[in-house]
């Protein structure tokens, strides 16, 4: 059982499509669902539909934010149907498992999937690491809730497979790293430190912000920093408050 990767809907509108995502998600041995304000759950529409994987329902932890769901997440990847004003990393499903197979038993992973008529934000979206795109017929391009869930969740188990049966397999980023990966949680810390240290040296004008912040959220994230590292950054940006107060 992948017990490390959720999965998370966002505002979910019908429940019949949570009790889908259920029965897919439990097809590929997969039973973390978190849900983030969903419009009507539990529902017997929902249960209707899980078809057997009921338990998956009942576990569900459902949350008021987005940034609730995913804050002790080490890696978040949102799905999305199209392009970005700001270009983000985005992977195909099989690009993703190769990501993520070879952490999936050791990193907390969010797999987030938005609103069956609009998808997720773009502030939703740059709280991931990552995008996903399933590329579908372009000429019919609209998949079920369901249905993307399964095509992911289906990726991930071959690679989590592959590498249970290949046990030379490349640790991350090809070593083995020292320290844990930042969670989404230190992350939203950071970006908050480092947006009120910008307003404090006058780089970041917060009545004319432009994309600053979401052009150094992607550069962050990007990099998938450790816990030390954030800690350094952080460090960084308090010195540098302290050394403005100190002139002033």
């Known amino acids: ?11 979910t509108t019908h429940p019949g499509n949570i009790g889908g995502v259920a029965r897919a998600m439990k097809n590929m041995d997969f039973a973390e669902l978190h849900l983030v304000e969903p419009k009507k759950f539990p529902h017997v529409n ?18 008021e934010t987005l940034e609730e769901a995913i804050a002790d997440c080490q890696l978040v990847v949102g799905t999305s149907a ?86 030379e397999h490349r640790p991350q980023w090809g070593t083995d790293w020292d320290i844990d990966l930042a969670d989404s949680g230190d992350l939203e810390r950071l970006f908050a430190h480092l947006e009120e240290t910008l307003v404090d040296i006058e780089f970041l004008d917060p009545e004319n912000p432009r994309q600053l912040m979401p052009r150094l959220r992607r550069l962050y994230l990007r990099a998938i920093p450790d816990k030390v590292e954030v800690n350094v950054l952080r460090g960084i940006l308090t010195a540098t408050q302290k050394q403005l107060k100190d002139k002033n």
């Not at 392009?83 to 050791?106: N, S």
């Open 82 to 167: 199209r392009g970005r004003h700001i270009p983000w990393p985005v992977v195909d499903p099989r690009e993703l498992a190769a990501i993520v197979g070879p952490v999936m038993d050791e990193k907390k992973i969010a797999i987030v999937f938005g609103r069956e008529d609009r998808g997720l934000t773009n502030e939703e979206l740059h709280l991931c690491h990552y995008h996903v795109h399933i590329p579908s017929n372009p000429e019919f391009s609209s998949l079920n809730l369901a249905a993307a869930v399964q095509v992911i969740t289906y990726e991930l188990r071959m690679a989590s497979l592959y590498a249970a049966e290949n046990a």
């Open 1 to 11: 059982m992948a017990s490390n990767v959720r999965i998370v809907l966002v505002n």
């Open 46 to 63: 929902a249960d209707a539909r899980a078809s057997g994987a009921t338990d998956l329902l009942e576990n569900a932890l459902v949350h």
